[in-house]
T-cell receptor, first 114, second 115 residues
Framework: AQSVTQPDIHITVSEGASLELRCNYS??????LFWYVQSPGQGLQLLLK??????LVQGIKGFEAEFKRSQSSFNLRKPSVHWSDAAEYFC????????????FGSGTRLSIRP | DAGVTQSPTHLIKTRGQQVTLRCSPK?????VSWYQQALGQGPQFIFQ???????QRGNFPDRFSGHQFPNYSSELNVNALLLGDSALYLC??????????????FGEGSWLTVV
């Protein structure tokens, strides 16, 4: 069965520091992968997506992610975080058994240290 | 151009009651999916509506039902509420039944508390 694992429940980084959020997936074919961000009390906003092609994907707000098939990973990175980046981040994959269904990881909460 | 709109934003219900949540998809979108997000967890797929019919369903009991109207808006109904139904319910809109690579847009959700 397809699944998405985000091994870090909570990460704290200092403002201005670099960030990497980990995501591993289990999938039988080439996956469609996403990163979403959710601010407190808000819905989900798409940061970036990978379907095919270049394995380094650029997103909004200065985020990027790299698809590594050999490691079944799709880690999210940002070179310098801002206090406004504090939020919950979700990695997700489209289900191959139901193209209308997105499978989400359990999320990583990001806190920013002043 | 309005995005995905959901109502109500917050509500409190008692165990055993019934609740209806509403969603208007983004302009131009014809497909609505519903997700349940319990506290501290990622969203879980409930079902999808396209052409006024339920097309796909996740692992949720029959107490969860829905409807899609000709204008593509949708309702999520939950009967016989349990404490465990307390969650944020998210609506997602997209174009077409299958996944075509188009962006899926989420609303801000309806917070349901069951007491």
């Amino acid at each position: 069965a397809q699944s998405v694992t985000q091994p870090d429940i909570h990460i704290t980084v200092s403002e201005g520091a670099s960030l990497e959020l980990r995501c591993n997936y289990s999938y039988g074919a080439t996956p469609y992968l996403f990163w979403y961000v959710q601010s407190p009390g808000q819905g989900l906003q798409l940061l970036l997506k990978y379907f095919s092609g270049d394995t380094l994907v650029q997103g909004i707000k200065g985020f990027e992610a790299e698809f590594k098939r050999s490691q079944s990973s799709f880690n999210l990175r940002k070179p310098s975080v801002h206090w406004s980046d504090a939020a919950e981040y979700f990695c997700a994959v489209v289900s191959y058994s139901s193209a209308s269904k997105i499978i989400f990881g359990s999320g990583t909460r990001l806190s920013i240290r002043p | 151009d309005a995005g995905v709109t959901q109502s109500p934003t917050h509500l409190i219900k008692t165990r055993g009651q019934q609740v209806t949540l509403r969603c208007s998809p983004k302009s131009g979108h014809d497909t609505v999916s519903w997700y349940q997000q319990a506290l501290g967890q990622g969203p879980q797929f409930i079902f999808q509506y396209y052409e006024e019919e339920e097309r796909q369903r996740g692992n949720f009991p029959d107490r969860f039902s829905g409807h899609q109207f000709p204008n593509y808006s949708s309702e999520l109904n939950v009967n016989a509420l349990l404490l465990g139904d307390s969650a944020l319910y998210l609506c997602a809109s997209s174009l077409g039944q299958g996944f075509s690579g188009n962006t899926i847009y989420f609303g801000e959700g309806s917070w349901l508390t069951v007491v």
